[in-house]
């Protein structure tokens, strides 16, 4: 079964705990600034919303690489950077319709989520749930549920 | 070792920054923030100093868990000489700026002497300038935020600055970061004012690392998460209802001050607490509160974010109030509303949307309109005073019309900028402030909880219930009940709670995990973090070391026993309703025995042999 994250944004009450788990996976240090998951306040509203990298399976970024520096992960299915491959020329940065791959400035290379290797930490850390690391055909199953709750709750039509 | 290791000095008066790196003899000896701060303030200023003189300093100091996993580890403290109390000062915030000092590679930052012109401080990394400020004075808060941020062209900078409040001398002025996180108390935003320093604007990309044994801290934060997230006042009520789940509860407990102390419980109370706040309104269909939200690295999540009725009379025509903001906190409701006697829960969110933008304590100003309610009522203030403003207990028109003069430093705005001592004291009516060394005291009376009456009379800035929370204990039964109605064994308990609170305050965590952790939950984290060293044992000396440097300091400053008194009001008149009726604080007794458990002479003193075993 392949896994993917989840997001639900309703759940997120932007303590950042993901971030920091993320920079420290990825760094070793507490550092929201080299997160690979972003999470944003719109504060007019009181939303809070975590974004990353979604995996795509025709990943625009895998296919603009001139140097084949972004490779499929089999077992997890993520796009993962090659650091000693990739050059930064930031191709994929331009090619990514959603953002979710940025350039480091401090390595020279790019960064994006690579799924921690199949135990993402923002998901395991996220203390709301807000994040979740689930079946990736699945995604929607919660949701259903909460849905089938409500039909289930019904007076019977007889 | 968890600390950045290196502190920022700013000099104001000849426009320099300096970078030196951190005493860590010092860091030793009292660990971070409230209590490291504490230290190099009374080694570097006169205890006798004008607070609002280019000779005081002011110092924004976070933690050595600020900025890390540890839960809640996003808090940073100012430090100051207060002008309201002439006290120390030390106000505590969360957000996001404290992390983002921080990640930029920075413990803390000193300011001293005074700037001849407003100035602001950029900081980015390790990049520290003063700037100009002239477009940004006369400017709020959240106006100010949003320059800064244009300015530094990165959305994501972090500001901490001061309203027009803070510019006008207002002596109960905050330091606000984040829209509506603030260092509240003891008027630390007029020092800011007073040396023209409207802000600090931070950018920190460095991250906190140097973290003493990395996997044992990832491990321990994950467990003591885990108990925060499990308990029921952390996991469940706190973040579903804030802190104002305790307005019902304080209010049958007959311990709500009322009407500026003269009643115990108010007959409004359900109409300003929690249940009030999520209640669909009959004019929009919607509730005020629109969800809650986190301070950095927080499982808790108690914040408020909530909306306005835009029907109601205080913003009609004013979209700019419109938005979601920062909702109603216990401490604010209370002082907007019970000790005003104003049930209208918009209202109390309005001129508490006031304080936020423009940068002034909600407590203070309350309890400050409640007093000067009295003091109209008893026919000393006038309406010719207040410019034509009824100033009745109960008015709500009354309370938006002060909190927009107040902002905005005219009229009768002034004289409710002095905070209620000064106030009252110029109406001829000094016992009429409900303070203790000058601050106003918060929303638990005396009277029905009597371990809050000797937390008051004892706290190192003013009356405060941040010093010692026995309300943990004495209602909520954290970690073990106590008797709210009697005064035995509350000396021992207040001292305790004041140990432990030091201590969480000198870390970088939240006060708020004290509802599920001890000191024993905090010193393994700190040991992962910093250092073998910081057991359970060296974490209470640690607190009781900085609890007594603050008093010595207060000593020195000219503060003796009868300033650790209350209001008379609390030890003469009965309260008159609820479980508490017919008795009045029993201060009196407490004080000696607790002098007595601090090792402090019967002026309240440290004793030579106690200064030798705290090693001050």
């Known amino acids: 079964m392949q896994k993917s994250l989840h997001i639900n944004p309703d759940k997120c009450t932007g303590c950042l705990q993901c971030e920091m788990a993320c920079s420290f996976e990825n760094y070793g240090t507490f550092n929201t600034a080299k997160s690979r998951i972003k999470v944003f306040d719109f504060h007019q509203t009181g939303r809070k919303v975590p974004y990353t990298c979604t995996q795509c399976d025709e990943a625009w970024c895998l296919h603009a690489c001139p140097v084949e520096a972004i490779k499929l992960d089999a077992v997890t299915g993520a796009k993962v950077v090659l650091d000693d491959v990739c050059v930064g ?31 993402p930490a923002c998901a395991e850390s996220c203390p709301t749930g807000a994040i979740t690391y689930v079946d990736a055909d699945w995604t929607g199953l919660d949701r259903m549920k909460q849905w089938a709750d409500k039909l289930g709750n019904q007076p019977s039509a007889a | 070792m968890a600390w950045a290791g290196k502190i ?64 809640t580890g996003g808090r940073y403290s100012v430090i100051t000489k207060g002008p309201l109390t002439g006290a120390i000062a030390a106000s505590n915030s969360g957000g996001y700026w404290g992390a983002e000092l ?41 106006q100010t935020e949003e320059i800064l941020k244009k300015e530094a062209q990165d959305p994501l900078t972090r500001v901490s600055s001061i309203g027009r409040s803070g510019e006008n001398g207002v002596l109960f002025a905050c330091i606000v970061n984040d829209l509506h996180r603030a260092a509240g108390r003891s008027g630390v935003g007029a020092v800011a004012g007073s040396k023209n320093l409207k802000a600090i604007a931070v950018r920190g990309t460095r991250g906190v690392g140097n973290i003493h044994n990395p996997k044992e801290f990832m491990k321990v934060t994950r467990e003591k998460k885990k108990i925060l997230h499990d308990h029921p006042v952390t996991g469940q009520g706190l973040p579903t209802y804030g802190t104002q789940v305790l307005m019902n509860v304080i209010n049958e407990t007959g311990a709500l001050p009322t009407r500026n102390g003269r009643d115990v419980q108010f007959e409004g109370a359900s109409k300003i607490g929690a249940e009030a706040m999520a209640e669909k309104r009959p004019t929009d269909g919607k509730s005020q509160l629109v969800t809650n939200q986190a301070c950095f690295g927080c499982t808790i999540a108690c914040g408020r974010i909530s909306k306005i009725d835009e029907t109601h009379f205080s913003v009609v025509n004013k979209p700019e109030y419109w938005g979601a903001t920062g909702g109603l906190e216990y401490e604010a409701a209370w002082a907007l509303g019970a000790a005003t006697g104003i049930n209208d829960i918009e209202a109390l969110q309005y001129a508490n949307m006031l304080c936020n933008e423009d940068g002034y304590d909600p407590i203070t100003f309350g309890s400050t309109v409640g007093a000067a309610m009295e003091l109209y009522e008893l026919g000393l203030i006038t309406k010719e005073k207040t410019g034509g403003i009824e100033l009745k207990f109960g008015s709500a028109e009354a309370l938006c019309k002060v909190a927009e003069l107040v902002s905005r430093g005219e009229g009768f705005g002034k004289e409710i900028g002095l905070g209620s001592k000064r106030l009252c004291t110029k109406y001829g009516k000094p016992e009429l402030s409900m303070s203790v060394k000058g601050q106003e005291f918060p ?69 708020f995990t004290t509802f599920a952790w001890t000191v024993a939950d905090l010193a393994p984290q700190v040991a992962a973090a910093c250092g073998d060293e910081f057991t359970l044992e060296n974490l209470n000396l640690i607190g009781e070391r900085i609890w007594n440097m603050e008093r010595d300091f207060n000593n020195k400053a000219g503060f003796t026993r009868k300033d650790d008194d209350l209001p008379a009001r609390l030890k003469t008149e009965a309260a008159k309703t609820g479980p508490a009726k017919g008795l009045t604080s029993g201060i009196d007794k407490m004080i000696p025995e607790y002098y007595q458990a601090r090792g402090w002479d019967t002026d309240g003193r440290l004793t030579a042999e106690t200064r030798s075993r705290l090693g001050l």
């Not at chain 2, 001849?116 to 709020?140: F, I, M, N, Q």
């Not at chain 2, 371990?451 to 010093?467: I, K």
Request: net charge neutral; proline share 5%.
């Open chain 2, 8 to 71: 920022l000095r700013v000099d104001l008066t000849k426009g320099t920054c300096t970078s030196e790196p951190l005493r860590m003899d010092w860091a030793k000896q009292y660990l971070g923030q409230r209590g490291l701060a504490t230290k190099y303030f009374v080694e570097e200023v006169d205890p006798k100093v004008d607070p609002l003189s280019p000779a005081n300093k002011i110092i924004w100091a976070t933690g050595p868990l600020t900025g890390t996993m540890a839960s």
């Open chain 2, 443 to 511: 929303a638990y009376d005396p009277r029905g909880i009597q371990g809050m009456g000797l937390t008051y009379a004892t706290s190192n800035r003013g009356a405060c219930h941040l010093r010692s929370y026995t309300v943990a204990s004495e209602i909520l039964g954290i970690p073990v009940k106590t008797d709210p109605l009697v005064t035995e064994g509350k000396p021992e308990l207040v001292k305790a709670f004041q140990d432990a609170t030091a201590a969480f305050d000198s870390s970088g965590i939240c006060v």
């Open chain 1, 89 to 119: 020329c930031k191709v994929c940065t331009i090619a990514c319709p959603f953002g979710t791959v940025n350039y480091v400035h401090d390595t020279g290379k790019v960064q994006k989520c690579d799924l921690c290797g199949g135990e």
């Open chain 2, 102 to 142: 921080k990640m930029a590679g920075w413990d803390m930052v000193i300011f001293e002497g005074r700037s001849a012109k407003p100035v602001y401080l950029s900081v980015v990394d390790d990049k520290a300038e003063l700037r100009d400020a002239a477009h940004l004075w006369g400017k709020t808060v959240w």
